[in-house]
């Protein structure tokens, strides 16, 4: 039975993770929704094998060249992929399977005419998300697919929340947003990269920004501040 094995990912945040790396080799191409992070994320995908692309919402600069929708055809399935599911074009007639990221969570549900898929996040881990992406195996002369969760990590020590971040971590954090403000990011962006809820980077970044000469040391007084 002729069968294709396709992966399915998305927002890898920069880092290709070796687990990662290891099923793109069991597979012919590759699906990546968005929030790559980095063109080095997409050089190593295509050194496996051939990787279709979207631009994602962390995807800045050094992405303008990739689309922010793609459609394509594998085997004789027509594919739509888009980064943001909001952002799902209305007209896609004759589409068999939809592919999205954005929100980190695993999904696949299913309409009268098309299969929506959301591989989950395979970057790095936020809070008590699980890192995940998803095998598809497409049957073209039954015109049927099936998919496969793949949870990258299952062992992986979860990463704490904000408030039960050590002193160092919270320091190390809040180092990181600094760096990135200095950068020239924005919230969004920030708050992406470094796994927190935009209103913490937001927080971190106006108290940076609005008392010049401030270190991590203050912002992280002003914090505990504001918190009592």
Known sequence: METHRIAVLSDTHGILRPEAAAVLKTCEAALHA??????????????????????????????????????????GFRIYMVHNKKQIREDLAGIDIIIY???????VSHTADAVYLNPGSCGPRRFRQPVTMMVLTLFPKEHRFETERIDLLQSEPVQKELSELSDRDMYELIRRIIRDVDA???????????????????????????????????????????NL
Request: hydrophobic share 35%; glycine share 8%.
């Open 184 to 226: 020239g990011r924005g919230t969004a962006e920030i708050a992406a990269r470094s796994h927190v809820d935009e209103e913490f980077a937001q927080q971190v970044c106006r108290m940076y920004l609005t008392h010049p000469g401030v270190d991590v040391d203050g912002i992280m007084d002003r914090l505990e501040r504001k």
């Open 101 to 107: 990221g954005h929100s980190h969570k695993y999904e």
């Open 34 to 75: 968005g929030d790559a992070g980095s063109q080095e994320v997409i050089d190593q995908m295509n050194k496996i094998c051939p990787a279709h692309v979207v631009r994602g919402n962390v995807d800045r600069q050094w992405a303008k060249k990739l689309p922010r929708e793609l459609e394509t055809e594998l085997f």
